[in-house]
T-cell receptor, first 115, second 111 residues
Framework: GAGVSQTPSNKVTEKGKYVELRCDPISGHTALYWYRQSLGQGPEFLIYFQGTGAADDSGLPNDRFFAVRPEGSVSTLKIQRTERGDSAVYLC?????????????FGPGTRLTVL | GEDVEQSLFLSVREGDSSVINCTYTDSSSTYLYWYKQEPGAGLQLLTYIFSNMDMKQDQRLTVLLNKKDKHLSLRIADTQTGDSAIYFCAERTRAGTALIFGKGTTLSVSS
């Protein structure tokens, strides 16, 4: 595809439910990042993949959050036992490699609302 | 710790210049970025500057970096209504893989 795509664009769920958010990076991009953007804030880093492995997951807020990238392309962010505070826009970005100035291309995001 | 600060709002008239300011705390920052976010759209990289540079110009955009004061600015010349958006300053540190973003400056351009 031409850019990073994310599905769904909107997700409404109830407190305590499990959700999965999907990211399709730009073809050939080995690095993939997840960020979370709360209302009125800038994006905050969650996790970074280089290929299939999570190279840096220091931004995950707690063990309810988990992400995978089994084939080094599509990634899924999984949130267990959702809480109202998890409501935010979840952004995915990809880049060619980890290199210093490899531009991160962002997807449009998934807006998660936890009722 | 790492922190990026920006003023929250800026209002200008069409045709004027806009200057958006940003301060950061991590002296090991290697690259500093300006992103633009329009409603319903993803973040778009506008420009970036390497930490050993003082200035970078790209068409209507001028980035100034004062490394001593850890101050970054983005100047948009001849601001247009289409420039109305939220502008984020971001840094990438020597140790980090992720970008550290400010809270964003909402630029409003009136005709």
């Amino acid at each position: 595809g031409a850019g990073v795509s994310q599905t769904p664009s909107n997700k409404v769920t109830e407190k305590g439910k499990y959700v999965e958010l999907r990211c399709d990076p730009i073809s050939g991009h080995t690095a993939l990042y997840w960020y979370r953007q709360s209302l009125g804030q800038g994006p905050e880093f969650l996790i970074y993949f280089q290929g299939t492995g999570a190279a840096d997951d220091s931004g995950l807020p707690n063990d309810r959050f988990f992400a995978v990238r089994p084939e080094g392309s599509v990634s899924t962010l999984k949130i267990q036992r959702t809480e109202r505070g998890d409501s935010a826009v979840y952004l995915c970005a990809s880049s060619l490699s980890r290199g210093e100035n490899n531009e991160q291309f962002f997807g449009p995001g998934t807006r998660l609302t936890v009722l | 710790g790492e922190d990026v600060e920006q003023s929250l709002f800026l209002s200008v008239r069409e045709g004027d210049s806009s200057v958006i300011n940003c301060t950061y705390t991590d002296s090991s920052s290697t690259y500093l970025y300006w992103y633009k976010q329009e409603p319903g759209a993803g973040l778009q990289l506008l420009t970036y500057i390497f930490s050993n540079m003082d200035m970078k110009q790209d068409q209507r955009l001028t980035v100034l970096l004062n490394k001593k004061d850890k101050h970054l600015s983005l100047r948009i010349a001849d601001t247009q209504t289409g420039d109305s958006a939220i502008y984020f300053c971001a840094e990438r540190t020597r140790a980090g893989t992720a970008l550290i973003f400010g809270k964003g400056t909402t630029l409003s351009v009136s005709s």
